[in-house]
């Protein structure tokens, strides 16, 4: 017999499990308080821009005016990506998913990057510039080429939102417009040890490449269960149909113990404070719009799931309402999952910057309950 360790150690989802400590973002979840640097979502959200809020997070402090405009001309200057990938993901299959299409471009321009096998501190930072620049780029590009539109070359005059809406729509959007995706880049720019970051932080404690551990936090955030809720809310929204029909679905799906999209969070156990930020802008929008269906609907999902199942602790979290924010922005919901990498790479580039400083190699262990006392069997003598 093998020695079995206390089955009762096992954090099954490495549920408040600790394995670092961060200066970047605290999360009280019964209070459903977000700070960066201490400083609270809402006060980010209202007073800054998806530029500082990168820049503080990877440098860990409050820019100073210099250094944000220094931050910004460099972020404006290296929007470009190298031909030979426009033309790649212009050779993307049509179908492709969009969070598959943008794993394999990140991974393609790092071969591009004559720094990408630099894993000192200083590169590190460089190319997050560039990755956070890059990005929105690069998501654009491929949403362009799925919908069969000409991709369109970055603009250096506009801001990072309103460049970005403006390379994704082919118009430049309104001052408000930028500004209110600014602030949706600002809500899911970071939040601690969330699967996709700590994915990242993974690969960076093996002392990989920073486009490796780019690629890998990619691939954690497209999961339903993380970053791919809030195109699945834009699902759900579609199949309720009409505001009268909300309350009955709800009820219907959580009688057959069936999961709501947008609702329920590890940490929080009460309203997740990035989904009031953005029903507040989204109530906004749908008054100026003429109160859309989308939001009227959320409303009654709302408190549908709040008097049913808010006792266990299930609140409405980020992607709740940030599907309808960016669908009046006229974005399509294949393309929320990339838009909210296009807003968490600064959070993954700061958090792999931070844990490298004092890295130690990531490498849990599991309680084995297989077989013991076993002998290889020759394939003939098997049944
Ligand atoms: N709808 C209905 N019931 C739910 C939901 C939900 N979305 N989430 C949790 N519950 C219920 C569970 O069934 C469970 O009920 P029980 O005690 O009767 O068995 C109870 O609430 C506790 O749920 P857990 O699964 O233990 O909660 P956990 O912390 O593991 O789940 C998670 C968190 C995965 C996010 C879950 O709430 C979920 O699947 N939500 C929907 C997907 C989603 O919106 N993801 C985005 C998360 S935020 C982000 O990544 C940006």
New binding site residues.
Partial sequence: MYPVSNMTNIAK?LEGVLFTESKLTFINGSEGILTHLGIPIQEWAEKSTFEELSLALLDGELPTAEELAKFDAQLRANRAIPDKLIEEIASFPKNANPMQALRTAVSYLGLFDPQSEDVSQEARREISIRLIAQFATIIAAIARAREGQEIIAPRADLTHAGNFLYMLNGKEPSPEQARLFDIALILHAD?GM?ASTFTAIATSSTISDMYSCIVSAIGALKG????G?NEQVMVMLDEVGTPDKAEAYITKK?DN?E????????VYKYFDPRSRVLRDYAAMVADKEGKSNYYQILETIEKTVVDR?GS?G?YP???FYSGTVYSDLGIKKEYFTPIFALARISGWCASVIEYSKDNRLLRPDAVYTGLTDQHYKDLKDRQ
Avoid: E, T
């Avoid at 339903?224 to 970053?227: D, T």
């Fill in positions: 989802g939040h969330n339903p269960l993380h970053g809720a959580l113990k999961k709501i999209m947008g609702v329920g969070h590890r199942i266990k299930i979290n980020v992607d």
